[in-house]
């Protein structure tokens, strides 16, 4: 069973109406120990109407050399009840969680040529791998981060975006793509850039199926890394 441990907010930055970051402290001042890329799963506290916890998982995407604070990202999903308690968790507000999970996140310093693409919310997932010592510590020819995102939904503003990444990543290697209203994502655009030799893939786990089809056909030897948020099963 999961060591239960607990956490809490010590400063919020309001960023719109639907999202907030947490930044947390573990209380009794231990190490998280956790890698860049990896999550917490959170107790809310609540239960659903057949009893159930109501738990939710949430990446770190803060640094990876500071263990006792951490970084979180809440968007609040229409209807969510654990997404609605996060949202508007105050400062001193407390929480038990379990945690580290993820077993794709870099254990080793990262080499050669490197995406990190997110889909949707997956963007706190990747902001963990480029904010992590893997990424820091390693010797990577090219770099890229790319977020695959709804124009509707507004997580992380880009101009936070900009704030959240390390002063040593340069702002160029960041790709933005639109998903379409309507019909299927092209991948095209990214055609001129050096294909991954790794990629750490998050988020919609539909879109990064295809993500990872698509950059299998460019390179068969690409080493993919999942870290599914929903669409866990193929659709």
């Known amino acids: 069973m999961a060591q239960r441990r607990y956490a809490k907010v010590i400063n919020r930055i309001e960023l719109n109406e ?42 770190i995407l803060s640094r990876d050399d500071e263990q006792r604070q951490f970084r979180l990202a809440v968007y609040q999903i ?66 890229k981060l790319i977020w695959i995102k709804s124009s509707k939904a507004e997580f992380i503003p880009i101009q936070v975006l900009r704030e959240l990444l390390p002063p040593d990543f340069n702002f160029e290697d960041f790709v933005e793509l639109n998903l379409p209203e309507q019909g299927s994502l092209s991948l095209k655009s990214l055609a001129h850039l050096p294909y991954p030799d790794r990629a750490y893939i998050a988020g919609d786990g539909n879109l990064n199926r295809f993500v990872g089809e698509y950059l299998r056909t460019q390179n068969t030897t690409v080493t993919l890394h999942f870290e599914h948020f929903f669409n866990r099963v193929s659709s």
């Open 18 to 59: 639907q999202s907030v970051l947490l930044d947390c402290e573990v209380i009794d001042n231990t190490d998280l120990n956790f890698r860049g890329g990896q999550y917490l799963i959170i107790d809310t506290g609540l239960t659903t109407q057949d009893g159930k916890a109501v738990k939710r998982a949430y990446s």
């Open 78 to 143: 229409q209807n969510g009840k654990g997404s609605c308690h996060m949202r508007h968790l105050p400062i001193g507000g407390e929480f038990d969680f379990s945690g580290p999970w993820g077993r794709e996140a870099p254990e080793k310093p990262l080499s050669g040529n490197v995406w990190v693409i997110a889909s949707e919310t997956g963007i706190t997932s990747a902001l963990g791998v480029i904010n992590g010592k893997a990424r820091k510590l390693g010797q990577i020819n090219d770099l």
